[in-house]
C-alpha cells in the first residue's frame, strides 16, 4: 500500500484531504510542519509527500529539495494558495513531482497521486536491481577459498579503489570478467558503465569500429555517426578481454587513449577525449608474444601497471565443491526444482577432473547434471561419459573388486547405448536375461 504524507498547518484543510486520499485505498500520515514532516519521514516508509508551499517553519519549495536529497525515491507534491512561475520552476528543479494551486486540487491530486505512486514502485524497482547488480559483482561472490584466488581477490580490492588499469591473466574459463566487474563495482566509478568486449570475437576492421565507433561518411555504408565503446564507458570503465588477440596496429591506438585519453573515430580527423578505466585480459603469456613481435612491449607496459594471475580451477581442487554446490543452487532455482542432493562420488570425480575449461566447464557440466537428475540425486550417471570413470572413479567403489569393475562396466555401455538394454547385452556378449538380473543385482 502506497503511503502518503500530507504536511499543512490548516488543520481542517489537512484532515479532509487526508479522509479524501484515504478513501482511494492509500496509507495517509499528517504533519502540520516542516519540521514535523521531517521526523515523521525518519520513523516511516512514506512513498508521496503532499506538501503546503507556505508553512509556519518553512517553504514547501525548498523542502522539496531537502527530501529528495535525503529520500530520493519519495516523490514530492506542491500545493500553494497563490501559484507563481518562478516558484513552480524551481520547485520542479527542486525535484518535486508536481506543483499545483489549491482550488484545482480536487480533480488533480487524485489521479496525481496515483501516477507518482507508479513512479515510486518504478524507482524502486530499479533502486533494487541496482543493488542486486552490484551484490552480483561484489567481490563477496567470488567463490573460493584456497590461498591462491583469496590472493588474487586480496590484490583485487587493493587496486579496485584506485585508478590504476589492471591486466588479470590466467586461462579460458577462470573468471577473467568477474573479477574485472568486480574492481569496477569496488571503484569510485561504479555508478558509471562497465563496458566489456571480446577482441578476438571480431576483425581489425570490425574491433576498431566497436571501440571507437565511426563518422558519417567514414566508410560505405556509415550513414550516421556512431559512438564506440569508448565513448559508452565515458567516466566508467572498459574491459579489453583477450587483449593478446588484438591486431599491432590496432593495439597502438589503445597506447594512446592510455597515454593521452583521446582517439580518433573511424573516418574522423576531430580527437575525441575521453575518462576511461582500462582493464585488459589474456590468456596468452604477452611476454613471448612480445619475442615473436605480435604484441607491442610499450602497450604491455602500460597495462600491466598491476598484474593479476588467476589459478586454474585445477590448482585449487578444495574450491570445486563449493562452487559446485553454488551452480547446482542457481540452475535447480532457475528451473524451479527442489534442492538436490550430491552424492560423495559426484564430487570426488569432479575434484579428481583436470579441467581444462576451468570454471566455465564446470558451471556446463553441473547445468548438464541438474537437467538429468529426475530423481533429485547427483550422481555419476548425471555426468558425461569421460568424467564417470576415471582411475580416481574406480577406487570409490569396493577398492577395486571384480564386481565393482564389472559394474562400471555396464553402467558404461548402458549409458553408451541410452539404455537400450539388447544393444548393451550384445556389445557385452551377454545375454539379455544375464544383463537384467545384473541390473538388479547391482541396481542400476
Known sequence: ???????????????????????????????????????????ADIDV?????????????????????RYPVVEVILL????????????????????????????????????????????????QLEKQLGEKHSFDKIIGRSKSILKAVELA????????????????????????QAIHQGSTRANHNFVAINCSAFSKHLLENELFGHKAGGFT???????????????????????????????????????????????DTKPIKVNVRIIAATNRNLEEEIEKEHFRSDLFYRLSVFGIHLPALRE?????????????????SKSNRKPLQLTNEYILALENNSWKGNIRELKNVIERSVILADSGILDLDTLPLELQYRKS?????????????????????LNHTGGNKAEAARLLEIGIATLYRKIDEYKL
Open 1 to 43: 500500500m502506497t503511503k502518503v504524507l500530507v504536511i499543512d498547518d490548516e488543520e481542517k484543510l489537512r484532515t479532509l484531504l487526508s479522509k479524501i486520499i484515504g478513501f482511494e485505498g492509500f496509507e495517509v500520515f499528517q504533519a502540520s510542519g516542516i519540521k514535523a514532516g521531517l521526523k515523521r519521514l525518519e520513523g
Open 221 to 267: 555504408g556509415a550513414a550516421r555517426d556512431q559512438k564506440g565503446l569508448f565513448e559508452e564507458a565515458h567516466n566508467g570503465t572498459i574491459f579489453l578481454d583477450e587483449i593478446g588477440e588484438m591486431a599491432p596496429d590496432l593495439q597502438a591506438k589503445i597506447l594512446r587513449v592510455l597515454e593521452s585519453g583521446e582517439f580518433l573515430r573511424v573516418g
Open 80 to 127: 500553494t494558495a497563490f501559484g507563481n512561475i518562478p516558484d513552480g520552476v524551481q520547485a520542479i528543479k527542486n525535484g518535486a513531482f508536481d506543483y499545483i494551486t489549491k482550488g484545482d486540487d480536487n480533480n488533480k491530486i487524485i489521479p496525481l497521486l496515483y501516477k507518482a505512486s507508479e513512479k515510486v514502485v518504478l524507482n524502486k524497482r530499479v533502486q
Open 49 to 69: 509527500v503532499i506538501c503546503d508551499v507556505k508553512l509556519p517553519d518553512g517553504n514547501g519549495v525548498a523542502t522539496a529539495k531537502i527530501i529528495k536529497d
Open 316 to 332: 585449487r581442487p578444495k574450491d570445486i565443491k563449493l562452487l559446485t554446490e553454488f551452480y547446482v543452487a542457481l540452475f535447480a
Open 393 to 413: 572413479d574406480v577406487q570409490l567403489l569396493s577398492a577395486f573388486s571384480l564386481a565393482s569393475a564389472e559394474k562400471l562396466h555396464i553402467r558404461k555401455m
Open 157 to 180: 580490492q587493493k587496486v579496485a579503489v584506485t585508478d590504476a588499469t589492471v591486466l588479470l591473466t590466467g586461462e579460458t574459463g577462470t573468471g577473467k570478467e568477474i573479477f574485472a
